[in-house]
């Protein structure tokens, strides 16, 4: 999964989401929430602490699909900020030492020098395979040009 040589590397910072993930939560959370607002409010047999209880459990809802939406991963100067669903975690670029995105994959896991793995979220082939390939491509090819990276004789 290596960059090809021609491909210029975008400009610092760069954010990787995925997109049409995101879209997707956002749209369902937010008709969910629609649907269950008008129907508390047009059940005529409904009373005051049911019709609410309806509006919060969409509320509820929403917001753990907006939680599904929040992971990205940021290539800045510094290094790389990984956001999943309730961490981030800085990393300078010294530390990453390859980016995988393996076939079967859910997202990007990022070997550090630490010996760990960390899962990257924001780079997740699910709806846009071929852009999440893109995406890791690049953060990989970055991680080569700004730190240890995974260059060949290492």
Known sequence: MSAPASAPLPALPVTFRPGRTRAVLYGVGIAQLAVLTV????????????????????????????????????????????????????????????????????????????????????????????QAIRDARTLRALADSHGTGSQPGK
């Open 39 to 130: 129907i508390a409010v047009l059940l005529p047999k409904l009373g005051p602490g049911e019709r609410i209880s309806f509006v919060f459990t969409g509320l509820i809802v929403l917001g753990v699909l907006l939680l599904l939406a929040r992971p990205k991963v940021v290539a800045h100067q510094d290094g790389i900020t990984v956001v999943n669903l309730t961490k981030k975690r800085e990393l300078a670029w010294a530390q990453v030492l390859r980016v995988n995105l393996r076939q079967g994959d859910p997202w990007v896991h990022l070997d550090l020098a630490d010996g760990t793995s960390l899962p990257a979220m924001g780079i997740q082939p699910g709806i846009a395979r071929d």
